[in-house]
């Protein structure tokens, strides 16, 4: 395996990845502990307010973005920080194993052990039961999305509060969407790049990614099944108005659906969960961006959790990319679209 990504340059395409993507190591913050602890033999990073409360805080487990190849604890130290901070909430930021290294569920059950763990010593970290929030960026946004459904229908742990998703990725089956077709070619993330990092997680490889991108990797009797969830149709016809054409369906290759027919799992694709669970999901804070190809997964979950009957608080960034949380402060640039994004998140929570 090693090898052959290796003969395509692709490990030495992600190692320098995650060496750009690093991230600046900070110093003390004066307004909080920080420290690295293991959840689960999962690495996380806590943050608590030193100021005195009046009571338990709020709670929020923390899964960082980067295609479920990239990122880490350092990566999105300033964020963390930031929403510790500003809504006073203790926050745990997991580092869960990265692909292609670790193929799924490995990330999906490192944020799901580290968040059952986080419930069962709440007290232990002065938190609320009531209150604890998942929340996630990109593909932190799809971990957050799995790991909150996976809660839903458990007694035996305190009910989360809410789920967070900044732009998540919820589906692999059609990358076709209007936003898709739109933003094809919008940093930071292209499409071709968006079916890439879905095919990293998933087998640790990018073999048929062609294939995946037309859609000849999905049988036509399961296309039919999950249109109802994942159609154009499903779609404001606001958000059509840039180019989008109707594309005619490619011809199914059923071995290509062998390799990769567990993008029909809820778990690795949430937008595909049957509604006896949806219904069961926590209030929702649902952030889009216009000039995103992820754009339509937020919409289209947004419409499944509102018509299931789940409150759901949606805000859309007109002149927002994806990524653009991260980039609310970077190496002296910043961008206030970002801010504004992450802002509405910090209201979201003092709302809680």
């Known amino acids: 395996q090693g090898r052959i990504l290796e003969k395509t340059g692709l490990c030495s395409q992600i190692t320098f990845g995650r060496y750009v993507r690093q991230g600046r190591k900070l110093g003390l913050d004066p307004k909080l502990f ?32 980067g295609g479920w190849v990239f990122g880490s604890l350092d990566t999105y130290e300033k964020v963390c920080r930031y929403l510790s901070r500003e809504s006073d909430s203790v926050v745990v930021s997991v580092q869960y194993r990265l692909a292609p290294e670790h193929k799924y569920p490995a990330a999906y059950e490192d944020c799901l052990s580290a968040t059952q763990h986080f419930l069962q010593h709440l007290q232990h970290y002065a938190v609320d039961p009531a209150r604890v929030t998942v929340c996630g960026d990109s593909a932190g946004g799809n971990l957050a999305a799995a790991v909150s459904q996976t809660l839903a229908g458990r007694s035996d742990l305190p009910r989360l509060r809410a789920q967070i998703l900044i732009y998540p ?12 077709q739109q933003n094809r070619g919008v940093p930071l ?14 087998n640790g490889d990018a073999l048929h990614m062609q294939e995946v991108l037309e859609g000849s990797h999905i049988p036509p009797d399961m296309r039919l099944k999950y249109r109802k969830w994942v159609s154009p149709d499903n779609i404001p016809e606001e958000f059509k108005v840039r180019g989008v054409k109707p594309l005619r369906p490619t011809d199914f290759i059923a071995e290509v659906y062998e390799t990769v027919k567990r993008f029909c799992e809820p778990n690795l694709c949430p937008l595909l969960a049957e509604d006896s669970v949806v219904h069961q999901l926590p209030e929702s804070f649902i952030l889009t961006c216009e000039y995103d190809v992820l754009r339509d997964d937020g919409l289209l979950y947004k419409k499944r959790l509102e018509d299931n009957g789940v409150p759901v608080t949606w805000y859309h960034l007109e002149d927002g990319f994806h990524g653009i949380i991260s980039l609310y402060d970077y190496c002296g640039v910043s961008f206030p679209s970002g801010k504004r994004g992450l802002d509405s998140v910090v209201n979201f929570l003092k709302s809680l």
Do not use: C, M, W
């Open 34 to 65: 920080i420290q690295d602890l293991q959840f689960n033999k999962v690495p996380v990073r806590v943050y608590q307010p030193k100021a005195t409360s009046d009571g338990p805080r709020r709670g929020i487990l923390f899964f960082h973005g």
């Open 169 to 180: 990725g919820l589906q692999a089956l059609d990358f076709n969407l209007p936003s898709y």
């Open 189 to 202: 993330l292209f499409r071709e790049r968006a079916a890439f990092f879905a095919l990293l997680y998933l």
